[in-house]
DNA sequence: TAACTGATATGACAAATGTCATAAGAATAA
DNA sequence: TTATTCTTATGACATTTGTCATATCAGTTA
C-alpha cells in the first residue's frame, strides 16, 4: 500500500484528485493540505510515500515545500503537479531534486501512471514541458536588465530604480533604452506586455 | 440519470471531474471538451440535461457557449465552473440565465450538490464570489476612463489612444491624468498594477 | 432650479522618458 | 591575443507624460 499527501490549493481539484487516487487499490490518501506550510508540517509528521505538490500555494510554494523535505532528508517521492510550464519552475524543481514534474494540462491517468513510475525509481518530466521549454523563445534579455525590468513593471520611476539598484539614473535609462530595442518597442509597458508573453517575468 | 457534459480546458481537472460524477449513480457523463467551440456543438447534438462549463477556453468562453444554448432554447441545466470570481463574469453568467455559478474553489461535494438542487429547479450562485464580488473595491473610473485604461494597457502611446478612440491628444492625457489621481498614482504602470490587484481589468 | 458629474477641449509648464554618441573597465569567447 | 559582451557612466536632445487652470455642453440628482 502506497500512502499518498496532497497539496493542491485549488479545492476543486484537490478533492477530485484525492477520490481518484483512493479508487486505485494501492493507494492511501493519507493527508491533504491547501496551503505550503501545513504541507510542509504534515509531510514531515505523516511520512507519506509521495507527495503531491502544487506550486503556486499561499505561505509556501510547492517547490519550497520539497527543497525542505530534500534538507530534512526525508525518504519521500515528490511529484511537482502545476499549470506553468515555466523554465525557473523547472529548474528549481529539478533542483530539489522531484521525481516527476507533471502539468496540469495532463490527464488523471496521467498521474497514476507517473506515481506508479517513480515508486519503481524512474524519473518522469511532462514531455510536453520539456519541448515547450526548448521552444520557448528565449530570454534576451542581460540579468541586469531584467533586474530593471522587474523593478519598472512594479511602476517604479527612473529614478526610484536607479536608487534601489545603485546605478546612476542615466544608466536606468540605457538599460531601459536597450530593453525596448531588444523587445522591438518603444514604452515600458509595450516591454512588459512583450516579457509577460514570453514568460521572461511573471 | 442524469446525462452530463463537462467542458474544462485543464485536463486533470476535466477527466478528474468526470470520473468522479461518473461514481454517483444517477449521473452519466455523456461527453466532455477542452474548448469551447467543441462545448457547444456536442451539447447541441448530444442534449445532455446538464453542462459544466469553464469560463476560459479556447475557441469561445464557456459564458459564450451559455449564451449560444440559450439562444437555441435548448432545455438544458448549466453550471458554469470557475477560478474567477469577476463581476463582468458573473454578470454575463446571470444574464445568460445559468443555473448555476461555482468557484473552484469549492470542493466536489459543492459541487455534486449543487447539480442535485439546479435539477429540482434552483439556482446556485456560489456564495463565497457574492460576498467577494461585494467586498471587492469597487471601480471608481468612468466607462470612458476604463476603455482608455484597456487602450494603455496594451502600451499605446497617448497620440495612439487618441486616435484610436476619436479624441484629442490632451482630452486622453486629460483622462490619464484624472485615472491617475483615482488610483492615487502617478504613472500608468502604477496605475495598471493597482487596477489588475482590483480585477478593474484583465 | 441649482448643483453636480461626465465628456470634451485648449494652453502652458515641469518632469520623466527614450534615443544617441561615446567611453572605459572587466570578463569571456574565439 | 583580439573581438565581443556586459556593466557602468555622461551629456545632449527631442518627445512624451503628467499636472493645472479653465471652459463648454449635456445629463442627472437634490
Known amino acids: 500500500m502506497t500512502t499518498i499527501y496532497i497539496a493542491e490549493d485549488q479545492e476543486m481539484l484537490n478533492s477530485a484528485l484525492s477520490a481518484i487516487l483512493e479508487l486505485e487499490n494501492d493507494f492511501n490518501i493519507v493527508g491533504n493540505a491547501t496551503d505550503g506550510k501545513s504541507a510542509l508540517s504534515q509531510t514531515t509528521a505523516l511520512k507519506p510515500d509521495v507527495a503531491i505538490l502544487d506550486i503556486e500555494m499561499p505561505y509556501l510554494s510547492g517547490l519550497e515545500v520539497a527543497q525542505q523535505l530534500r534538507i530534512l532528508k526525508q525518504d519521500i517521492k515528490i511529484v511537482i503537479l502545476t499549470t506553468f510550464a515555466r523554465k525557473k519552475y523547472f529548474e528549481a524543481a529539478v533542483n ?107
Chains 1, 2 share one sequence.
Do not use: C
Not at 522531484?98 to 518530466?125: F, H, M
Not at 515547450?132 to 522587474?150: D, F, G, R, V
Not at 546605478?167 to 531601459?176: C, D, F, K, P, Q
Open 96 to 202: 530539489a531534486q522531484v521525481d516527476a514534474y507533471l502539468l496540469k494540462d495532463s490527464p488523471t491517468d496521467k498521474l497514476v501512471e507517473t506515481i506508479n513510475k517513480i515508486l519503481d525509481g524512474q524519473t518522469i518530466y511532462d514531455s510536453n514541458l520539456v519541448s515547450s521549454i526548448l521552444t520557448a523563445s528565449k530570454n534576451p534579455l542581460t540579468p541586469q536588465e531584467l533586474k530593471i525590468m522587474k523593478e519598472f513593471s512594479q511602476g517604479k520611476t527612473t529614478q526610484e530604480i536607479a536608487e534601489s539598484v545603485f546605478l546612476s539614473n542615466g544608466t536606468v535609462r540605457n538599460y531601459i533604452s536597450s530593453i525596448l530595442s531588444k523587445t522591438g518597442t518603444h514604452s515600458r509597458i509595450e516591454a512588459l506586455n512583450i516579457a509577460k508573453k514570453n514568460n521572461w517575468i511573471d
